[in-house]
């Protein structure tokens, strides 16, 4: 069984944001699949997905704080910079944490571990509304 | 065909270690799948899995290095600090690494490179046991 | 339906490459798949595959100069270094980077969005020849 959907996400402030509810409200088919795996892909390139902890949300703005001062915002380092000093470091960021992330399914839930949730990093100042391929495949 | 396993990994000490042989004495059904993937999943947000050079020893601990100088601990920058200074630095390799790889299956085996491993990085000083999803599929 | 396939990629020059077309040109196969997946990995622990920005070639040089600065070449700082000062900047950059990636098909395509392309990192001064593996499934 192979099932796909496209999603709109809504405009995020920059920084990073716990999308997991956002995500399974949009796959009630997952319940058909005893085993599996579930891809959630972001189409852009200056925002991520990736896994982190999902209750304190002091981890979210640390991670924020981090990618900040350790891909920083320089426009006499970077060439791309036409978009504005946001613009490339955004594309580095998306790069490090990666577009997708690939989730086992087991008895029709997600299989996360007690603290995963699915974060959204919105790299850009303004990055607009985000679209997101979800595929879960399995039997 | 799909097949899966949860897994348990006994504590590791902080830093990396090569888990291949521990997985795959795991999927000894694996054999059955002439052409697919092995995705492994690690269920927690202080550890990641990642691919790299299964040989030299001086590579896990050099990663080991890179990402203390790198992803250093300070009380004072994160505000997510409660379980300790190594506690959010864990959070953010966690992302950086990744916590999955998905590696193609070709005639019953892993296809990896020569000198591809699976390494587990446990980014905690005291992790405690950790627990891997293994799901396979492919034809 | 799974489809399996190895290429060969010739020898690139250190920095990143967008081989979204040789990938392509590589799997005619796709356009029998309506929904699925395709995963692109990399049998190397020296080169990284990623997705990011398709038209801008400042893109390709800013990635290479940002991963040049923060993960530095220092033979005093590494203990895995016979292979040149290159080597485990190499190893540390493809981890952080990724070693595949996972991307869904939609109506027999890749469904990236409109900016996405896939990026070849390669990360040695004479990295040779590299060897990759595409596998595609879905329905």
Do not use: C
């Amino acid at each position: 069984m192979t099932f796909q959907k496209e999603i709109n996400i809504v405009e995020k402030s920059r920084g990073f944001h716990i999308i997991t509810n956002e995500v399974l409200k949009q796959i009630p088919e997952i319940e058909k699949i005893k085993i599996g795996i579930a891809n959630v892909f972001i189409k852009h390139t200056s925002a991520s997905l990736t896994l982190n902890e999902n209750v304190s949300s002091d981890v979210l703005r640390d991670m924020e704080k981090y990618f900040g001062k350790y891909v920083p915002e320089d426009n006499l380092f970077y060439e791309h910079n036409y978009e504005g000093s946001d613009d490339m470091p955004a594309h580095i960021k998306s790069s490090i944490l990666g577009q997708s992330v690939s989730i086992p399914i087991t008895n029709g839930k997600l299989n996360l571990g007690t603290w995963q949730g699915i974060y959204l990093g919105e790299h850009r100042n303004y990055g607009g509304a985000r679209k997101i391929v979800i595929t879960l495949f399995g039997e």
